[in-house]
């Protein structure tokens, strides 16, 4: 069903790879023998592909030469060449810029592109499946499974995009009592309504932020999410995880904050019958639901609607102001995000919060989903992680990554492992860093850069002079993307991203030590003696509290 593919191009031939049921083809310079091939493919796949190799390909069968058009890639200039049979598919869509060997190297893979290609898309086997099921259930075109979720929930909505007029005229949630809420933060909004009627530009408006303390914590207002948390902070004993269930997907349904609202409601309620049923569809409609606020802001997408994208994020945020106002005297603000809270509260309170989050349940028209904690470290609100009461851990940011990388990233891993081994068990820094040398779990202690906007890669590699203590050095070219470690070895200096002008300029890659190691060939070949370990050591203790 799946054919896999990776072109490349110089500037009197080509190469195409095929991966096909495991069995790999070159076609080199043969035009006859690709369009054969193609006529027996379903789904083409590749990585990138939708900017780059789809185009080489639809360049060979148009008869235009594919280096010319790779040249114009690169310029940046605009190539409307595509291809629409078969029907491609792009490995790297809705990721974060991931270069492929940037997730070669994340994981270690030895294989050759085209395979590697193969690998990842079963990877991401989720991900294209709630896709094709989209296009199943709701008969869409069968093409319609290249479009993005987001693109695939307009899709289905049947939207139309929105224009900018009246997008900062808030409309606020009927059960929202604005006289229980901090007059500080209720005129934040208001007041940024009124300089817009008056014509201040959105732009600078949507800019505009308040930091507000609540509960004893500075909570920022603005029109993202509202974030707080007690910076720092560790804690055993009675905490609870308090999430609004579907948070943003239920305002839009309780205050009709969509244009096509009878086809979002029913995309809802479906998604929560299949969810009592424990019917594995209701994962189909949950990305669905989950898309559409994400897309209301999109200029490219047909759910553009900014104006109740900032009514959804105001409301959003006052509800949950209105919650802690009710709960704070009943204990302990811990952390505050988009749709929910933490708290610490005294055994025996319990009850009362409980009844508490049930009247305001009804009076919002909201569910909670409610998890017992009994330990937290917390540095901020983006980095920390928790235990909870079964015993599974939690863990954002600088904390999430404590079970290893993965294609997408799978730098300096040894800081969320130590970290969660002290914060969670005790376990002291040195000891993790020395258990996972010893069993050889190297990738813990990679980092993997890439030039990305730089126009390349150097390292300074240091000499001995006549004089002692002093260095001669020079700078060897490396490729785009590297594996670097901390090394022992002082003749090792700096990697660098580089920038050509007159002079070259470099730019030392951040979180790499002075002495650094790059090794892009199998990890399980490198010498684990060269690798520095008291630099790893320091740079944990660095985001200890």
């Known amino acids: 069903m799946f054919t896999f593919y990776k072109a490349e191009t110089t500037e009197d031939s080509w190469n195409i790879y095929f991966n096909q049921d495991g069995k790999t083809t ?3 310079n043969d035009k006859e023998g690709l369009t054969a091939l193609l006529s027996g493919v379903s789904y083409l796949v590749g990585y990138g592909n939708f900017n780059y190799d789809d185009k080489i390909l639809a360049s060979i069968l148009k008869g235009i030469n594919p280096y010319k058009t790779v040249e114009k890639i690169k310029e940046g200039k605009n190539v409307r060449l595509t291809i629409n049979n ?11 810029q991931v270069e492929l ?6 994981i270690n893979s030895q ?3 085209v395979d590697f290609i193969k690998e990842l898309f079963e990877k991401r086997e989720s991900y294209f499946a709630s896709k094709f099921e989209i296009v199943k259930e709701f008969k869409l075109p069968a093409a319609s ?4 979720r987001a693109n695939l929930a307009s899709e289905v909505l049947e939207a139309k995009p929105s224009d900018d007029n009246k997008r900062l005229h808030i409309t606020y949630d009927e059960r929202l009592p604005k006289h229980e809420l901090p007059g500080t933060v209720v005129d934040f909004y208001k007041g940024i309504e009124k300089e817009y009627k008056s014509g201040i530009p959105f732009k600078n408006l949507e800019e505009r932020k308040l930091t507000y303390k609540l509960a004893g914590i500075d909570h920022i207002y603005g029109f993202g999410g509202l974030h707080a948390a007690k910076e720092n902070y560790k804690g055993e004993g009675e905490y609870m995880q308090i999430d609004i269930a579907s948070y943003y997907p239920s305002l839009i349904i309780n205050n009709h904050f969509i244009d096509h609202m009878d086809n979002f409601k ?17 994962e189909i409609y949950k990305t669905l639901n989950s898309s559409v606020y994400g897309a209301m802001k999109s200029k490219w997408n047909k759910l553009y609607n900014p104006r109740m994208a900032n009514n959804i994020v105001i409301n959003g945020q006052l509800i949950i102001t209105h919650l802690i106002c009710l709960l704070e005297n009943h204990c302990e603000i811990i952390q505050t995000n988009t749709d929910g809270i933490i708290i610490n509260y005294k055994n025996g309170f319990e009850r009362n919060i409980i009844k508490l989050l049930e009247l305001f349940e009804k009076a919002y028209d909201l569910k909670f989903d409610v998890d017992l904690i009994t330990k937290i470290a917390q540095r901020d609100v983006n980095n920390y992680v928790l235990q909870y009461q079964d015993g599974r851990y939690k863990a954002k940011g600088r904390f999430s990554n404590y079970e290893g990388g993965d294609f997408e990233r799978n730098s300096l891993t040894i800081i969320d492992k130590a970290l969660v081994d002290y914060y ?16 050889g779990k190297l990738e813990y202690f990679q980092y993997v850069a890439k030039s990305g906007k730089y126009d390349g890669m150097a390292q300074e590699v240091k000499q001995d002079t006549l004089l002692e203590g002093n260095y001669a050095s020079e700078f060897e070219r490396l490729p785009d993307v590297n594996r670097i470690f901390a090394t022992k070895d002082r003749y090792m200096g700096s990697v660098y991203k580089t920038r050509d002008d007159k002079e070259t300029k470099y730019s030392k890659v951040p979180y790499t030590s002075e002495n650094s190691l790059v090794w892009n060939e199998d990890i399980k070949k490198l010498d ?12 944990i203790e660095s985001y200890m509290f």
């Open 86 to 96: 078969p029907i491609t598919l792009d490995v790297s869509q809705e990721l974060k």
């Open 266 to 282: 029913k995309i809802y309620h479906q998604r929560q019958q299949f969810k009592l049923e424990k019917n594995p569809k209701e």
């Open 145 to 148: 499974v290249k479009k993005t």
């Open 26 to 28: 070159k076609l080199h």
């Open 101 to 106: 060997q940037e997730a070669k190297l994340n």
């Open 111 to 113: 294989l050759a592109d």
């Open 424 to 439: 969670m068990s005790g376990t002291k820094v040195n000891k993790t860093v020395i258990d996972l040398w010893k069993k």
């Open 528 to 539: 684990k003696r060269k690798l520095d370990l008291n630099w790893y050591i320091k740079q």
